[in-house]
């Protein structure tokens, strides 16, 4: 097993741990960091397609996260 592979590993890993989580909070920061190996991942492999979803779905994350931070606020 090679470090590439691992990555991959730790990203799956990351990614699904978010799917049991209750809290929505807690849910998007590990998700955002599934999603940063993911990147990572597709940077090694130099996939395109794993690299621009997981982007994406890190924006929708910190979106969501910056909006109930000023929900919060106000």
Same mark, same amino acid.
């Given at each position: 097993?090679?470090?590439? #592979?691992?990555? /991959? @590993?730790?990203?799956?890993?990351?990614?699904?741990?978010?799917?049991?989580?209750? #809290?929505?909070?807690?849910?998007?920061?590990?998700? +955002?960091? /599934? &999603?940063?190996?993911?990147?990572f991942? /597709?940077?090694?492999?130099?996939s395109?397609?794993?690299?621009?979803?997981?982007?994406? +779905?890190? &924006?929708?994350?910190?979106? @969501?996260?910056?909006?109930?931070?000023?929900?919060?606020?106000?």
């Open positions: 097993m090679d470090y590439t #592979e691992v990555i /991959g @590993y730790i990203a799956s890993a990351f990614v699904l741990l978010s799917f049991v989580m209750k #809290e929505m909070t807690k849910l998007r920061y590990v998700n +955002i960091v /599934g &999603c940063a190996f993911f990147i991942y /597709g940077v090694l492999l130099s395109w397609p794993i690299i621009i979803t997981n982007v994406a +779905i890190v &924006c929708v994350n910190v979106f @969501y996260l910056t909006k109930k931070q000023k929900n919060k606020a106000q």
